[in-house]
């Protein structure tokens, strides 16, 4: 596990050891942690915009002790088949999780984020952070263990969640990700018993999906 200051500390000492500037998505439970809805994780999930920032990623956290892992059980079959899955690094019982362009096919638009977070070192290393309705869906998407009680966590925080931008945000990338909208409806259904989410939603994941 990493607290928040550590991934901060953690974040600064990559920036000196970076070839170049790099910026990135911060999703999942890092994330969450620059939006104070929790103060630990065990995975630091990373968006690239290109492989090649990937790489200089890479090659800067292996300095740091952080080798290649298999994939493991980390996400279930369905995930592991995906050209667009992550690489796994770890160090211990801390990991990143290093995806490009998109997760699992999602793509996040660069210009979308709520929080800009930057990391000076020898270079500059600026992680963008999404608003919290997208760290919903994206939740939905990777379906790891524990992501469903981040998202639990996120909606009794913020009370008045936008179900109208998460359900159209499915679909417009239900050609990218198949199984997109199956995924988000039984995430849904499952958070019926914690929030109302109109029936209207559910409606238009099903229309969508015939």
């Known amino acids: ?3 928040t200051k550590d991934q901060e500390e953690l974040f600064k000492l990559i920036a000196e050891y970076l070839e170049k ?3 990135c998505f911060a999703i999942g439970g890092t994330a969450m942690m620059f939006a104070s809805y929790k103060n630990t ?9 290109t492989i090649e920032d990937r790489n200089v990623f890479i090659k800067a956290i292996e300095k740091l002790g952080y080798s290649n892992k ?15 899955k992550p ?5 211990g019982e801390e990991r990143f999780d290093l995806f490009v362009d998109s997760v699992f096919g999602f793509k996040l638009d660069f210009l979308t ?3 800009k977070h930057e990391f000076i070192g020898k270079q500059e290393l600026i992680l963008f952070v999404p608003i919290f309705e997208l760290l919903i869906l994206l939740k939905s998407i990777t379906r790891r263990e524990k992501d469903f009680e981040d998202i639990v966590t996120i909606i009794k925080t913020e009370k008045i969640i936008d179900w109208s931008f998460i359900v159209k945000n499915a679909i417009k990338q239900k050609n990218n990700l198949p199984w997109i909208l ?5 995430t849904m259904q499952k958070l019926r018993s914690i929030t109302l989410i109109k029936q209207k939603y559910f409606d238009e994941l099903y229309s969508a999906q015939n």
């Open 113 to 115: 984020f709520v929080q």
């Open 41 to 49: 994780t065990k995975d630091i999930d990373l968006v690239f915009k």
């Open 182 to 186: 199956i995924d988000l409806e039984d």
């Open 21 to 23: 500037d790099i910026e």
């Open 1 to 3: 596990m990493i607290n």
């Open 87 to 91: 690489l796994i690094y770890s160090r």
């Open 70 to 84: 298999a994939i493991g059980n980390i996400y279930d079959n369905k995930r592991k088949e995906l050209f667009s």
